[in-house]
């Protein structure tokens, strides 16, 4: 059995920022009222035509494989992870090995939201940990703004999510001391309509469905959640996947050098720190300048985490995420 590390990492957010004031000119908000509630201060907005959850995905992910100092061709398989695919099918996984000019590798698609990348990245290990492939591509990419309700009806939702793109190299390591140390991934699907897009579905209402009602107060196409139960499960289900990985490995909560948590809202991250005894410089959060991300919040983080030279090697990384599903998971990671 091998070890796999993060060999590269890469990350793209549109150039279109979208602060608080101006999402208060389409709604009934304001810059306090979202700061107080999220911690949020802007996000990346796609402009219709200059990008998709694809190319998003393809840019950060040249950046991840040339940092990584491999060729892309030696990828050898690919994993996206996202809630906004381009298309309703395929999805965007075979586009970026079409889009990379990759040879006919694998690719699969992560359908596990705010928790997709640590999916993602535990399906990559067990790939190289078992010799199977070598080096790993793996992509949380998410459009949200073209889905979501811009109105004053959905301000609840709408004010948090932004669009971008993280990418991962996940590649070979022979000494087992180093890289993925362990992933654990769980779900809880009684709660699965708390935090949902029903529409379209096959099991609920399809296109063809919402076309002939024409309904113009059909909220069943944007996402809707429950926040407060949400927020209620979620700094639950944080605290124990952390300390599910950390007793895994033998370690202790004071040995943990830096925690990348998924972007949901800055009250959440503040609450494990501070639950945790964990410093500033201990817990990494961007999500003041970019919003949730879902999918791509942790690559964004972990890649700019890593520029700002908050990673050493040797370090104690950990990487946790919950989301809708419900679903949760952490990874282990010592780099």
């Known amino acids: 059995m091998y070890n796999s590390k993060i060999k590269g990492l890469g990350y793209y957010v549109p150039d279109n920022v ?6 208060s000119k389409l709604m009934d908000t304001n810059d306090a ?23 998003m995905g393809v840019k950060a992910a040249r950046i991840a494989i040339e940092r990584a100092g491999i060729d892309k061709d030696e990828i050898d398989f690919i994993v996206f992870a996202t809630l906004s695919p381009d298309y309703y099918f395929p999805g965007p996984g075979v586009l970026v090995q079409r889009d990379l000019g990759l040879p006919t590798v694998g690719a699969i698609d992560v359908r596990n939201q705010c928790s997709g990348f640590v999916y993602g990245l535990s399906v990559a290990d067990q790939f190289v940990k078992t010799g199977m492939y070598k080096n790993v591509l793996v992509i ?13 009806r959905g301000r609840g939702v709408s004010v948090i999510f932004g669009d971008g793109a993280g990418a991962a190299v996940v590649s070979r390591e022979e000494d087992n001391s180093k890289g993925i140390l362990s992933t654990h991934l769980h779900s809880e699907g009684q709660h699965a309509e708390e935090l949902s897009l029903l529409a379209p579905g096959m099991g609920s209402r399809w296109v063809t469905d919402i076309i002939e009602e024409n309904d113009p107060n059909d909220e069943s ?19 124990e996947v952390i300390m ?19 972007q949901a809202n800055l009250r959440i991250s503040q609450f494990i720190q501070k639950k945790f005894g964990l410093s500033d410089d201990q817990v990494f959060n961007n999500i003041m300048k970019y919003g949730n991300t879902t999918a791509a919040s942790i690559p964004i983080a972990l890649t700019e985490a890593w520029e700002q030279g908050k990673i050493k090697e040797g370090d104690l990384v950990v990487l946790a995420a919950f989301g809708s599903g419900f679903t949760w998971g952490s990874a282990i990671i010592r780099w």
Do not use: C
């Not at 949380?140 to 004053?152: P, Q, R, V």
């Open 221 to 239: 196409y944007y996402p809707y959640m429950n926040g407060q139960f949400v927020f209620k499960n979620a700094v639950v289900r944080f605290s």
């Open 18 to 23: 979208v602060t608080n004031d101006d999402l």
């Open 140 to 152: 949380g990419s998410e459009l949200h703004s073209h889905g979501l309700d811009m109105t004053t």
């Open 33 to 55: 009222w979202i700061q107080e509630r999220t911690g949020i201060q802007e996000r990346r907005h796609v402009v219709k035509g200059e990008d998709t959850t694809t190319s």
């Open 244 to 262: 599910e990985g950390l007793e895994k490995n033998g370690l202790k909560k004071e040995d943990i050098d830096l925690l990348v948590p998924h």
